[in-house]
């Protein structure tokens, strides 16, 4: 079982960056597909970027993509997602999720653990 906790939300003004970490617990960490997605208010749940568990194969949403880089440090048992050129619309509350799967086709049900989620608003 793994859990996971998401930090580094905040307020930033638009064209901004901001860095959200994501510690995970549990000894087979490094085994698992990382996942971040984001809801905003009043919207569903979306994808944003994933990064396999060797941290060599990583995806983005297009509407992040050029912007938004994701990482990992398997020794720290730590994701980030780095955001850069933030946008109004990248507002959302962000949440971080593991899943036991190689390939989860970016679905959420394909993620088996979340965080609680971490508040990003980018004001214009």
């Given at each position: 079982?793994?859990?996971v906790?998401?930090?580094?939300?905040?307020?930033?003004q638009?064209?901004?960056?901001?860095?959200?970490?994501?510690?995970?617990?549990?000894?087979t960490?490094?085994?698992?597909t990382m996942?971040?997605?984001?809801?905003?208010?009043g919207?569903?749940?979306?994808?944003?970027?994933?990064?396999?568990?060797s941290?060599?194969r990583?995806?983005?949403?297009?509407?992040v993509?050029?912007?938004?880089?994701?990482?990992?440090?398997?020794?720290k048992n730590t994701?980030?997602?780095q955001?850069?050129?933030?946008k109004?619309?990248?507002?959302?509350?962000y949440?971080?999720?593991?899943?036991?799967?190689?390939?989860?086709?970016?679905?959420?049900?394909s993620?088996?653990?979340?965080?609680?989620g971490?508040?990003?608003?980018?004001?214009s």
């Open positions: 079982q793994v859990q906790v998401e930090s580094g939300g905040g307020l930033v638009a064209g901004g960056s901001l860095r959200l970490s994501c510690a995970a617990s549990g000894r960490f490094s085994s698992y996942g971040w997605f984001r809801q905003a208010p919207k569903e749940r979306e994808f944003v970027a994933e990064i396999r568990w941290g060599s990583t995806y983005y949403a297009d509407s993509k050029g912007r938004f880089t994701i990482s990992r440090d398997n020794a994701v980030y997602l955001m850069n050129s933030l109004p619309e990248d507002t959302a509350v949440y971080c999720a593991a899943s036991a799967l190689g390939s989860t086709y970016y679905r959420i049900d993620y088996d653990y979340w965080g609680q971490t508040q990003v608003t980018v004001s």
